[in-house]
């Protein structure tokens, strides 16, 4: 199940439970990163997919792209995080997405990563997978997969009974969660 979300600025589309068949990459490589509890990691969130893409203008440049993965919850004290490299870009993307190019260059890995694991604790000890993302020419960057990343793990961690706020996605609604333990 998709849903779009439109605001004054751009829009954005969140995939729960399915990602997009058009946005599959096909990995030359793997960058892996961890996230380790010493003591206390918090429970798992379920097995899950979950992908997101937007398209926002800021005057004079935007930001866009798709990032989407797979989390697979396991019974050690870590997060992995695997993100699936490209060389070339493949096929361009489908729908309000048309202007991106299948693929995630190199350079933009070590933001998937970073927002990845900006939030571990909302999806607890497991391993994600991020094997979908379409970049755009001009309007993609490191900050910009930083975000997408931060959103797919939000709907991983969302139940599937839970319709998705409009302020959980970065960009398109209200502010960052308080990280764990903040009060």
Known sequence: ????????????????DELPDW??????GLVVGYWHWRAGAPRSAAA???AWGYRVGFGGHGECGVLGGRFEPH?????????????????????????TRVGLPLEYVGGVLAGALQE??????????FDHAA?????????????????????L????????????????GG?????????
């Open 1 to 16: 199940m998709h849903q779009d979300f439109y605001r004054p600025a751009g829009d954005a589309t969140a995939w729960r």
């Open 23 to 28: 946005s599959r990459v096909s990995p030359v």
């Open 48 to 50: 899950r997919t979950a």
């Open 75 to 99: 019974e050690y004290p870590y997060l992995a995080v695997s993100v699936g490299a490209t060389v070339d870009l493949g096929a361009k993307g489908s729908g309000r997405f048309a202007p």
């Open 120 to 129: 571990p604790a909302a999806l607890g000890p497991g391993t994600l997978t």
């Open 135 to 155: 970049v755009h020419d001009v309007d993609s960057s490191w900050e910009a997969f930083r975000v997408l990343a931060i959103g797919v793990v939000r709907l």
């Open 157 to 172: 961690a969302l139940p599937s009974d839970v319709a998705i706020p409009g302020d959980l996605l970065p960009r398109f």
């Open 175 to 183: 502010s960052f969660p308080a990280a764990p333990g903040d009060d």
